[in-house]
């Protein structure tokens, strides 16, 4: 007898909620959709962690996204057509996945946010006035990471005395990267030597002009490179020149020695929260400034103990222990 009475109470209740203004708006907003156009400068492992680590991030938010995802394939032109696309299909909001492309964007859209993932130096690219808050509709999370206390750590381990570095004469991340290893090495009393490439065809002959100077090989996060690495690999590993890489993500299948750097994948979802706040309205692209990463966990260190062995070095067992991933018999073991 006290079923009826209660039921109805529920559906005056739910009735009430639906006609309330409240209830409404949060209708609305479940139901909005955003057209979002992500530009990458190339398509290579990290960059497409970063990607789907903010797509995962935003599913997970409960947003309604449509994606047009491109890729520049590496060509400055490309990123500014793409950059001219997303402006003409009216896009809510732009994503620069790499130095080259998220200048592109910038470039053409002086409203619309952009949020960039993957920029070693937004201010020094010119994407941001300053690293803080500021009024422009541009900002996001940059991947710069601790070059000099890399290279210490990597020549310690090695006893390398010269590192090598290979980077993108014509990219502002690549020419970065550069300046931030060479003063590494100054500062630390070793030699450097460099090669400049334009295109990822060409890193293959430019370490091959190199490794026979070096000791160690620097590789940190530039795109255009890194989307080679597998010459670098090959090349290195035949001159039993030990590798050092920024990038995890690309490390998987090179016969690198050391690893140390960021968790793309992890990046990605800070790209994303990043996205949701201006999706929100709870900031700007320009509020948000630049977003560095200075949580270890975001990190990771690997090290390849067949390599070492292979090169006769000898790892201190407490940076064995503190690896998120070693090799052992050619497989990379998660820890």
């Not at 479940?30 to 797509?55: C, F, N, P, R, W």
Request: with cysteine.
């Amino acid at each position: 007898m006290k079923k009826g009475p209660t039921i109805g109470l529920i559906g005056a209740v739910l009735l009430a909620l639906c006609v309330s203004p409240l209830f409404a708006a949060a209708q609305q907003e479940s139901q909005e959709s955003y057209a979002i156009g992500v530009s990458k400068i190339v398509t290579h492992d990290a960059l497409d962690a970063i990607e789907q680590g903010m797509m995962d991030y935003l599913a997970e938010q409960g947003f309604s996204i449509q994606y047009d995802s491109q890729s520049a394939n590496g060509d400055i032109s490309t990123a500014a057509s793409i950059a001219q696309k997303f402006k003409a299909d009216q896009v809510d909001l732009a994503v620069g996945i790499g130095t080259p492309t998220a200048q592109s964007l910038a470039n053409v859209f002086t409203e619309t946010p952009v949020v960039f993932g993957g920029i070693t130096d937004p201010l020094e690219a010119g994407l941001v006035p300053t690293y803080e808050s500021n009024s422009g509709n541009v900002g996001g999370v940059s991947d710069k990471n601790p070059v000099y206390d890399q290279i210490k750590l990597f020549s310690e381990i090695t006893g390398a005395e010269t590192i090598g570095i290979v980077f993108t004469s014509g990219e502002a991340n690549g020419v970065q990267l550069r300046d931030m290893v060479r003063e590494a090495t100054q500062d630390l009393g070793l030699g450097f030597v460099e090669a400049g490439v334009s295109n990822s065809a060409e890193v293959k002959s430019a370490i091959l002009s190199i490794v026979n100077r070096i000791d160690g090989l620097y590789i940190g996060t530039d795109n255009t490179v890194v989307s080679a690495i597998a010459s670098l690999s090959t090349v290195c590993d035949e001159a039993q020149v030990p590798i050092f890489t920024a990038d995890p993500t690309s490390a998987v299948n090179i016969e690198y020695f050391m690893v140390w750097g960021f968790n793309y994948y992890k990046h990605g979802r800070k790209t994303g929260e990043a996205v949701a706040q201006v999706l929100r309205g709870e900031k700007t692209a320009g509020e948000l400034g630049t977003i560095f990463t200075t949580d270890p966990e975001e990190f990771e260190l690997w090290f390849n103990l067949d390599k070492a062995a292979e090169l006769d070095i000898v790892i201190d067992e407490d940076l064995v222990a503190s690896a998120a991933v070693i090799r052992v018999d050619g497989e990379n073991i998660t820890r």
